[in-house]
């Protein structure tokens, strides 16, 4: 709450003619998904036997399940690499140490904001903690999503296809639809933004038309750039695959390569979910149903669950909150600590909101 309260204090005090405003990220949009997530939850909870599941939790291998948690966290740091490698054509003023803590700290953010508003809260963070243009940041974070988007799609249908060719369970099969959809619309945005750099309309604002080629330029890394961004792509799914393998096998349960890639992507195709943070509830939902058809029995699969979204959600969030809390400390700007005008653009101008 306050990080909500900070944020909401920042905005009252901006003038409506200040052009630097940041992204809007709490109204009726954030409350109704808050309040939709809980529903769903305190309905999962009412139907748990907690006693059963601190039984199963307490007989879990804790080594195997803290090396599963580290893996899963190591991810953020290649994450941060990853992004800066993608930004590299740009006078970048920040460390890959810096770039992997706004990459955890936007993904905080979009574990508590629904419809990934959470990614347009990350070009901000850059914005006002690097001094990228806005526009080429997201453009950025819209091509490594298109990456992931289609990685996480191939290796899901993939796994689905080879271990369930006969028959798919609804969630999966509505989880691989949802996946095909944010794929080919990120993919979509991509070719349009290159469609109107190669000719921009003479009518579209001056303003506009330089959103669009800062987002064309942050979309785009260096071609010598593509092979390490594709090795640190392979590696963050590695990473994310090994914390499922081993979070299920601190449970007793071994999985094949080819169970533990479909019971990483699936959930994760859930987690595009719009309508709440994360895709938090359905992806509890799909998990548990992956790990039952997987042939688990179900006091295992629901404390799988619930220790896999304690460690990649919750702990989160609750880390989130320690960071925003220390912020000052380490030097985080997390909204506007620092007026815009004095963040130069890459440029050595300084730049709108919206750029």
């Known amino acids: 709450m306050g990080l909500k309260k900070e944020m909401v204090e920042q905005e009252n005090k ?3 003619e200040n052009n630097h405003k940041g992204p809007v990220l709490w109204g009726w949009h954030t409350y109704l998904s808050i309040a939709i997530t809980m529903a769903i939850l305190v309905w999962l909870v009412t139907m748990l036997d907690l006693k059963e599941i601190w039984r199963e939790i307490k007989g879990a291998d804790k080594t195997l399940l803290l090396l599963g948690a580290l893996a899963h966290y190591c991810t953020y740091p290649v994450r941060g690499l990853r992004w800066r490698r993608c930004l590299i054509h740009l006078p970048v003023r920040g460390s890959t140490w810096r770039f992997g803590l706004l990459v955890f700290f936007y993904n905080f953010v979009d574990n508590v904001v629904p419809a990934k508003l959470g990614d347009v809260y990350g070009a901000h963070l850059a914005r006002i903690n690097f001094g990228i243009r806005r526009s080429a940041a997201m453009g950025s974070i819209v091509f490594v999503r298109m990456v992931d ?15 369930f060719s006969a028959k798919l369970l609804p969630s999966v099969l509505w989880s691989l639809i949802g996946g095909g959809v944010i794929a080919v619309s990120i993919t979509a945005i991509m070719l349009l933004v290159l469609l109107l750099k190669r000719s921009l309309p003479d009518w579209l604002p001056d303003r506009i038309k330089q959103m669009i080629q800062a987002f064309h330029t942050g979309m ?3 071609t010598k750039e593509i092979i390490p961004i594709a090795v640190l792509t392979i590696l963050i799914w590695v990473l994310e695959t090994l914390w499922i393998y081993l979070l299920v096998l601190a449970f007793g349960f071994k999985l094949s390569l080819l169970q533990a890639v479909f019971l990483t992507m699936i959930p994760l195709l859930a987690s595009a979910f719009p309508l709440t943070p994360s895709g938090a509830g359905v992806v509890e939902l799909t998990m548990f149903g992956c790990l039952r058809v997987l042939g688990m029995s179900s006091p295992i699969a629901v404390s799988v669950t619930v220790v896999n979204r304690f460690a990649d ?19 985080l700007r997390t909204w506007r600590e620092v007026p815009l005008e004095d963040v130069a653009s890459p440029d050595g101008s300084p730049e709108t909101a919206m750029s």
Do not use: E, K
Not at 149 to 163: M, P
């Open 14 to 16: 901006t003038q409506p």
């Open 149 to 163: 988007g289609w990685l996480v799609l191939l290796l899901a249908s993939l796994s689905s296809w080879l271990l």
């Open 220 to 222: 785009w890394p260096r």
């Open 313 to 331: 959600y919750w702990l989160h969030i609750g880390l989130g909150l320690l960071i925003w809390a220390v912020r000052h400390v380490i030097g």
